[in-house]
């Protein structure tokens, strides 16, 4: 694919992170915190960045754990900072999601989740409806806590599986066979946890097609109700681990490509549905129906069911998504907890929304959720001329060529076929978007 050696964002958010800068400050957030309205629902985001085992592919914000004490220094801190943020709040709000990430949250040890979760119920209205998801490592996960976690609410639980094969496994640190996962979902659904989503990965080094093609075979066994199957981004100057990985044991580009569109194949066979970018979903899951009711989300933690748009995050590192705009909290562990004990808010970055970004916004999410979007009524929307846009759509004019666009008029929608394209498609709208940067991943 030509376009497939691009860097363009991900689109999770608009503008992406890499827009970020320190000019919102502590008394920003807190403006926009007690600006929220007291009847709107948020969705809370926990983040725990402690590994228990380290996996050379991965660039998230994380740190090797050996020892209980930082995990409950962690918790401990993280408990002052939902009661910094619940005191900054106009009321005690309602929440519609809570999702823990890493990291690994399941790090923590029950007696520390259910201590936080816990406060959570107790500065927040939490129901029956809220969803409770968390992210998981099969190799490191005790079946018997399932348990445990339904018991806390847990109604979503995401696992890490990457990869079946044990090449590649022992290629990026992460030996976990068939048998160890089976056992963890088993064990969610012998407790009544019965949302269970799989996360894999294609580009991986010395990964085949027929590896990852026997790797879905082995996951439609298990029958997952969603999957993630994402891109490997190889960023050694920005993920130091990755530096284990020799570069030459990557899939060229056209590998890439083909190893994603036969996953993707092999899915659709296996009576999964297409979603966005790079989701699949069973017709009965909750994502499925999000499609068929327009309310489907794109947001850091991927794709939603519709949601509460606004995202509160704690831990280091999280981003909170308000109507104002994005917040980041800082991302070592120590300066975070260095605001949180002074009573600060440990935001240090983040952006402020304008109308123009409201717009672009808007657009691309559509374009990334819906695969097509009505510009008229979009700039009509956000009080715009209808030919506000009109540069940004020229910009598309390679895709229409290609036959990877149908436009009418100011409508256009993405062919099926160009679905991987998705992301360039809407980099076309991104008046931040600065071509190949090497922040940015590789859009196939």
Known sequence: MQYGAARVPRYTSYPPATAFHA????????????????????????????????????ACNMKLVRREQPLRDYAATLEREIDLLADALPARLSVGAIHWGGGTPTSLTDDLLGHLMAQIADRFHVSD?????????????????????A?????????????????????????QPFEKVQEAVTALRGAGITNINFDLMYGLPRQTQSMLESTIARTLELRPGRIALFGYAHVPWMAKRQTQIDAADLPGLDARFEQAEAAAAALVAGG????????????????????DEGRLRRTFQGYSA???????????????TLPAGF???????????????????????????????????????????????????????????????DAALETCQPFLEQGMLLRQARHIRVREDARPALRLIAAAFDSHFEMNTLRHAVAV
């Open 306 to 320: 519709g949601d509460p748009p606004t995202i509160l995050g704690l831990g280091s590192s999280s981003i909170s």
């Open 129 to 149: 409806a809220t969803e409770v998801a968390f992210e998981l490592d099969p190799r490191t996960f005790e079946p018997a806590r399932a348990r445990t976690l």
């Open 327 to 389: 917040a980041q909290n800082q991302a070592e562990v120590g300066a975070w907890r260095r605001a949180i004990e002074s009573g600060e808010l440990p935001v240090h970055r983040g952006y402020e929304l304008t109308r123009e970004d409201r717009l672009r916004g808007f657009v691309i999410e559509a374009i990334m959720t819906d695969m097509q979007v009505d510009i008229a009524a979009a700039t009509e929307r956000f009080g715009y001329p209808e030919d506000h846009l």
């Open 151 to 175: 018991s806390l609410g847990v109604s979503r639980v995401s696992l890490g599986v990457q990869e079946f094969n044990p090449v590649v496994q022992a290629t990026v640190n992460r030996i």
């Open 272 to 291: 999964y549905r297409r979603i966005g970018l790079d989701h699949f979903a069973l017709p009965d899951d909750a994502l499925s129906r999000a499609v």
């Open 23 to 58: 000019g919102v400050t502590e008394p920003d957030y807190r403006a926009w915190l007690k600006s929220l309205s007291p009847d709107a629902p948020v969705a809370l985001y926990m983040h725990v960045p402690y590994c228990r085992e380290v996996c050379w592919y991965c």
